[in-house]
């Protein structure tokens, strides 16, 4: 199964995919997402957020700053104030 991750500015939708796990800068530390992780609510620090397509490929990394990331049912969202 596949984690759906989602990352979002107020300007575009800057990435949409299916992915093994994404690694996100919490203002309370570093916290990474797998398929089926428990419902969570987190805001973001500026850093960079990790995301690997598969289980032992090198992430691709995408820097950001501030915003929010909720994970649900549906996958993990990341509402970013700017990306890239």
Same mark, same amino acid.
């Given at each position: ?14 990435? $949409? +995919? ?6 996100? *800068?919490?203002?309370? @530390?570093?916290?990474? /997402?797998? &398929? ?17 397509? $598969? +289980? ?6 995408? *820097?950001?700053?501030? @915003?929010?990331?909720? /994970?649900? &049912? ?11």
């Amino acid at each position: 199964m596949a984690l759906h991750f989602e990352l979002v500015t107020p300007e575009k939708l800057v990435r $949409s +995919a299916e992915v093994w796990q994404v690694v996100v *800068p919490g203002t309370d @530390g570093d916290f990474g /997402v797998l &398929e089926g992780h428990a419902p969570f609510m987190s805001t973001v620090r500026d850093g960079s957020i990790q995301i690997f397509a $598969s +289980a032992g490929a090198a992430p691709e990394i995408i *820097p950001v700053e501030g @915003g929010f990331a909720e /994970v649900n &049912e549906k996958g993990l969202t990341v509402l970013a104030e700017k990306a890239g």
